[in-house]
């Protein structure tokens, strides 16, 4: 059974489960929640964005007990953009997180540079692409994201389309944030690093977080 039948399959098996009220010894309870993966596309290990990735993924968690949720923080990974030859590089040791039959949701944040997404961003996205062929791993998947810029209009939203744009290529359903935060997560680093000052754009960040996992548990036909 392929990998993305087997998902479709756990997700009705989940849905089913919460709707008739398992509890305890529930699909979900048997280790098998529905996992949201932030990552991180910084390649500064654990700065702004890392911080902005991990305030969504916190809210996300808050949604529902049967969300699970991962980090992947890119910052000092060495992960080189798609090539026709195999690359042996970090992201082979991500990889596995996007293959896991219970993976609903992600949460991809990128800094602004220059008003584009980072190129550690872009090759991260470009090698996802091994994803695409021959069936579609991360379709139906609700994919949110957010950027942070020194600047307060740095291209914050242009950054979040690119990456929503490429995530389409994978059919992934794209989502943005709770009222305020429409377009994604936009944070504004005007302290030097300390983006917990930044109180408008961390709440963006758990606004984004909360609707990925409202999508996520949608999507996993919770509600129907
Ligand atoms: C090469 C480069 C280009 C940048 N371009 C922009 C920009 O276009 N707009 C902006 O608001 N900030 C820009 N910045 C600032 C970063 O987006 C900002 O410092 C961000 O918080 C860095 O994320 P990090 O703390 O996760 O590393 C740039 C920084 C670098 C290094």
Not at 113 to 124: H, K
Not at 170 to 195: C, M, R, Y
């Amino acid at each position: 059974m392929s990998k993305s039948v087997s998902r479709r399959k756990f997700m009705q098996t989940a849905g089913t489960a919460a709707v008739v009220g398992m509890t305890s010894k529930s699909v979900f309870a048997s280790n098998k929640k529905t996992l949201i993966i932030g990552v991180s596309c910084s390649p500064r290990k654990g700065k702004t964005t890392a911080t902005a990735v991990k305030a969504a993924l916190n809210a996300a968690k808050g949604v529902n007990p049967n969300i699970a949720t991962e980090m992947i923080d890119l910052g000092g990974q060495s992960i080189a953009g798609w090539a026709p030859q195999q690359i042996l590089d970090d992201f082979e040791l991500i990889l596995p997180s996007f293959q896991a039959p219970n993976l609903g949701g992600i949460i991809i944040g990128s800094p602004a540079y220059f008003r584009n997404m980072s190129s550690l961003c872009a090759a991260f996205l470009e090698r996802l692409s091994v994803l695409r062929k021959p069936k579609l791993i991360l379709a139906n998947t609700s994919v949110g994201a957010l950027s942070v810029g020194a600047y307060r209009n740095g291209g914050q939203e242009l950054v979040i389309q690119q990456i929503h744009t490429a995530m389409l290529c994978h059919e992934a359903v794209i989502v943005g944030g709770k009222p305020g935060a429409f377009q994604g997560a936009t944070l504004w680093n005007s302290h030097k690093d300390n983006i917990l000052k930044d109180e408008f754009g961390i709440e963006s960040a758990k606004k984004l977080g909360i609707r990925v996992a409202e999508a996520t548990l949608r999507l996993a036909d919770i509600t129907k």
